[in-house]
């Protein structure tokens, strides 16, 4: 009885930790799995097309002309994954911080962020008090803008590209992640010594 | 009974972006200097995994759920659209240091700044969709 205790115990607690790559990984591979069993695809960018055209933008270019009630599926995803994000944050975790390499809190500090280490996002971009600061606000919405423009350009994202592309062995997803990888190294050490 | 199973790998999808801190803006920035395995292991398990499963659903023609044959859609060949589109995408990866998935994820954990980067994520889509005709593919 007490080793039984003891053990739900412990996996109890193993839940409420950060999960290992070797735990999440599988776990996305099985999320994309699921999607191609119930005859869909992994890709969570091609939502934010769907919304545009939602939003009446098939009026200004004929990219967004489709119909988009056969992606409604994906949208449901979205609100799933909204709700998931919601039960990770407020049921399943103790503690928000995120434990990264000292040396990257260290060089992170340097920078002005001083939240690196004890926190799930930086409050410096992300906090409430953030939003009012124009320039905090432009790094958001740059941001985002490249993300949202950079996605449909290359026709998908980590998800439709690094994931379900490379596991069909695609090229063009290979060249894709290529350049989301140039992207990312040149944002942090060459652009971001610049804005911070 | 589909939608429920969309909404249901959804959340389970929502729940392992958080979990797995592939969610953080921290965990990005690590990655993008080579100072933890953390996210190449969930990216490189994931993928083993993906390719070896792919594989197996093709040799043997296995069915979905539903009974229907599953389709793998290749993608459009081409060079420049995925460097240039994804060296774009990158850069915005490791500013906003999230990806769409995650956005979405966060918006549910309570931070309120992440509408900005959605918010800038459905303008840079219709931006592409209004040059799409311009641009190099």
Redesign the interface.
Known sequence: MGYLQYNKFQIMNWIFEPWPWYLAGPLIALIMFLLIFVGKQFGMSSNLRTMCTMCGADNAADFFSFDWKAQRWNLVVVIGAIIGGYIGAHFLSNDSAVTINPETVATLQELGFTSAGNAYLPDELFSIDALLNIKTLSILLIGGLLIGFGARYAGGCTSGHAISGLSNLQVPSLIAVIGFFIGGLFMIHVLFPLIF | M??L?????????????????????????????F?????????????I???L??QL?KKNNIK???G?P?K????????T?????????????????????P????????????L???????????????L?KK?PH
Do not use: N
């Open positions: 589909r939608t199973s969309y909404l249901f790998i959804g959340i389970f999808f929502g729940i392992v972006m958080y979990k797995s801190e592939a969610a953080s803006w921290f965990r990005i920035y690590e990655m993008f200097q100072q933890s395995f953390h996210m190449y292991g969930v990216i490189s398990s994931a993928l995994l993906g390719v499963g792919i659903i979905s759920f539903f229907e599953i793998f859609v290749p993608k459009d060949k081409g060079f659209r995925y460097i240039v589109g994804g060296i774009i995408f990158g850069l915005g990866w490791a500013l906003a240091g999230s990806c769409p998935g956005i979405y994820t966060l918006i549910g954990a309570g931070y309120v700044s992440i900005v980067v959605l918010l800038g994520a459905i303008l840079g889509t219709f931006i592409y969709g209004l799409q641009l």
